[in-house]
């Protein structure tokens, strides 16, 4: 939020850099002995005192004893890619919550994820029971070709599908699903 490099000279790094000083107590007792810190995320303050997390590469430059004079490096604004890892964690977890059963099936038909819900539907112990296989595990042979043009054909139309359908557990019993 700074118009030019003269705003920031002067400010204390501890007060008026760092969102938290102890960050870079501990970031400075962390990598002051190796000289160098590389991919550091930590968050900063904004010229109006709003958070903004950066990513840190730094070096100790050091005087002619050995002793820091002071530390070089760069910075990179990363408070996009940070909202976006949230917004994944919140959609994760609200996914696993769901009551209903959700499953991630990739371009060539295999499953990637799939919830608990979704497990203890298809009568699964765990996500290995089904993660990497063809969706066509879950459906009942003699019905595959009725699924292919009831399901696949209009999804690969339109890119959605909803309806019923008969689906399958692992242990062989057929149920209704939508």
Avoid at 104 to 132: E, M
């Amino acid at each position: 939020g700074y118009s030019s490099a003269d705003e920031l000279l002067g400010l204390s790094m501890a007060e008026d850099v760092y969102f938290d000083a102890t960050e870079r107590t501990r970031l400075i007792e962390q990598y002051l002995p190796v000289g160098r810190a590389f991919d550091c995320e930590v968050v900063w303050k904004r010229k109006d005192g709003s958070p903004v997390w950066i990513q840190l590469n730094s070096h100790a430059v050091r005087g002619p004893s050995g002793e820091v004079s002071h530390f070089e490096g760069f910075v990179y604004d990363v408070s996009g890619r940070k909202d976006a890892e949230e917004i994944m964690r919140t959609q994760a977890a609200a996914m696993e919550a769901s009551m209903d059963g959700i499953a991630i099936v990739t371009a060539d038909g295999r499953l990637s994820y799939a919830n608990r819900a979704f497990l203890k539907l298809f009568g699964c112990a765990s996500d290995r029971d089904l993660i990497g296989y063809h969706w066509r595990v879950l459906v009942e042979r003699r019905e595959l070709f009725g699924i292919f043009r009831k399901i696949v054909v209009p999804f690969e139309r339109s890119g959605e599908w909803r309806g019923e359908s008969t689906a399958r557990a692992l242990n062989g019993m057929q149920f209704p699903a939508e």
